[in-house]
């Protein structure tokens, strides 16, 4: 039986990717398929935690246990993340969140004329979640984050922790058929202290397991590496 170490905390974990709207029928989105998500909240209710999954678009059945808001946007997901943190000792921030949306969204279908030129699509930033809940983090909890990188990977990722104020980045090097969509996945883990922990190859659920060795081992105030 794994370690009830989480158990009487109550995690937050995103998953899926957001959809942004271009009119009642079109969206912006990516190909994130929640599967990392899914296995964080799967392992945190084994693990004993109060589990809140918010979901953006995904196919995949309900973990048993947890508590599941479904969201589509970006902005639904920041509202959502925001209430569900109020009370939370750990969030991750699993999800694929677009970093821009469409300035409007018309209300009806956008229609193609005949010899004209289709109209631009104008984008706004979305919010940076991560940042915020970071910024306004309860005292003790911890705040985590994803990162996939191309290049230069752990000093893409330090940089990227550091701007976003959270705890922990779990990185991901991308483009080589991992990640999107498959069964397995690896990471590194980096921690605001300077720590940085390998996770080797696994299923998703052995590396969320990883994630919350790490994430107990904050909540228990053990020192970081
Ligand atoms: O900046 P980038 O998108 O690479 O950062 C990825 C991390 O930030 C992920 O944890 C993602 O959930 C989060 N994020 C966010 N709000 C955004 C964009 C990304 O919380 N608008």
Known sequence: APAADLAGRHVVVTAGGTREPLDPVR??????????GYALARTAVARGARVTLIAANTALPAPAGAEVVEVGTALELRAAALEAAGDADAVVMAAAVADFRPAVRADRKIKKRDGEDPEPVTLVRNPDILAELAANRRRGSVVAGFAAETDD????????????????????????AL??????????????????????????DEVADRIWDIVGRRLAGAPAP
């Open 179 to 204: 990640v999107f969509g498959a069964e397995e996945n690896e990471a590194v883990v980096i921690e605001a202290e300077g720590g940085e922990t390998a996770v080797p190859r696994g299923t998703k």
């Open 27 to 36: 969206f912006l989105g990516n190909r994130s398929s929640g599967k990392q």
């Open 153 to 176: 990977v752990l000093a893409n990722g330090r940089a990227k922790l550091a701007r976003k104020g959270c705890d922990l980045l779990v990185v991901n090097r991308v483009g080589e």
